[in-house]
Each structure stands twice: as C-alpha cells, then as structure tokens.
C-alpha cells in the first residue's frame, strides 16, 4: 500500500537556525513528490515537484532533495514567516489512481523571532 | 491568471441539513479534487473528478456527493449533515489526461461549520 509519513510532526527553531523535515515513503513507482506549505485555515500552497532520486531544487531558503525512500526540506536561516505546517505528498505509478496523490499529515513548524 | 476559487467561504447549517459547496478550477484544468481538513488533521480525500467523470472516491458515505459541469467547475454536496462533518473543505485543480506528473492548485477552501 502506497504511504507517506512525514516527521516530526512539530518542529520549533529560533530564528536562523537552520534544521531539515523529513517525508518518507513507500509506493508502487514514484512519479512524483511534492511540497507544499499550509497557513492556518488556507488552502496548501505549491513549493517543489521531484521527480527522481539525486534531484534538488530550491527557493529562497528552503531546499529540497529527492532520494529513492525520502525527501528532506532543509530551511536555512528560517524566519518567523516560514512558520507553517508543510505538506509532503506523493504521485504514484498505480495504474488506478495514478492521479491521486498519496498525503502526509505534514510538519508543523514554528520559528520565533 | 485566477486561481482556484471556492464559495462560500464559510458555511453554518444545522445538522441533518444540506450543504453545496462550489468550485472553479484555473483555466486549462480539467481534474477538480475534493479534500476535508478537520481541526487539526491531515488531508482526507473526498472524490475526484476529470472531464465531467467521477474517476475515484475516497473512504466517504454516500451522503458525500458531487458532481463537474462541462466548464469543469465542481461542487460538493453533503446531504444529511452531522457535526463530525465541520470542517474546512478544499477544492484542488491539476491539468487532465493519464499522463504527466501535475501538482495540484489548492483553493483557500470553505469552513463548514455544523451546529
């Protein structure tokens, strides 16, 4: 069965002190994983799509690397306004439902100034 | 280019009424996912649809229903309404087809409040 689980489930950092999120998953062929940030009450919103094992891409100072069992977010130098939970979901080759992504329950993270 | 966008933006029924939620998907975007975000949980996935098809449903009751009109904008019903159902409801859209990898664009959802 496809699944995704991302940790911690919380994370606090003070402000510059960079950490990493973790989201680990099993599924039938990856196609695809991605990030996305959720603010309270809003709907998630687009950060990264990883395609293969060895991919990296980045955003101001968030960073997300691809291997072929996990996907780390490292926030570098965070600040307060990275505070969000984020989502982790994955795409996969299940000729069923090879469009539905598969969710994590996500990483709360708070960052205080 | 607009986004997705839902309405109402909040919604308070009694329980054993009916709900409609409605939603527009960007243009270009065929597929319209539903999602229920219960305080402080993770993503359920409701029912998801692709040029005018349902094409999968999650583990919902039949009370959880809907449907894609020809412009692909979607709305929600749920019939029934319990106070398990409050809730933020999501809407997503993506690009169609079985092919491609496509990242869905989210809504900033409905709050569904049952009193």
């Known amino acids: 069965e496809d699944q995704v689980t991302q940790s911690p489930e919380a994370l606090r950092l003070q402000e510059g002190e960079s950490s990493s999120l973790n989201c680990s998953y099993t599924v039938s062929g990856l196609r695809g994983l991605f990030w996305y940030r959720q603010d309270p009450g809003k709907g998630p919103e687009f950060l990264f799509t990883?395609?293969?094992?060895?991919e990296e891409k980045e955003k101001e100072r968030l960073k997300a690397t691809l291997t072929k069992k996990e996907s780390f977010l490292h926030i570098t130098a965070p600040k307060p306004e990275d505070s969000a939970t984020y989502l982790c979901a994955v795409q996969s080759n299940n000729a069923g439902n090879n469009r539905k992504l598969i969710w994590g329950l996500g990483t709360s993270l708070a960052v205080n100034p | 280019e607009a986004g997705v966008t839902q309405s109402p933006t909040h919604l308070i029924k009694t329980r054993g009424q009916q709900a409609t939620l409605r939603c527009s998907p960007i243009?270009?975007?065929?597929?319209v996912y539903w999602y229920q975000q219960a305080l402080g949980l993770g993503l359920q996935f409701l029912l998801w649809y692709d040029e005018g098809e349902e094409r999968n449903r999650g583990n919902f009751p039949p009370r959880f229903s809907g449907r894609q009109f020809p412009n692909y904008s979607s709305e929600l019903n749920v019939n029934a309404l319990e106070l398990e159902d409050s809730a933020l409801y999501l809407c997503?859209?993506?690009?169609?087809?079985?092919?491609?990898?496509?990242?869905?664009?989210f809504g900033s959802g409905t709050r569904l409040t049952v009193v």
């Open positions: 243009s270009g975007h065929t597929s």
């Open positions: 990883l395609y293969s094992a060895g």
């Open positions: 997503a859209s993506s690009y169609g087809g079985t092919g491609g990898v496509y990242g869905y664009t």
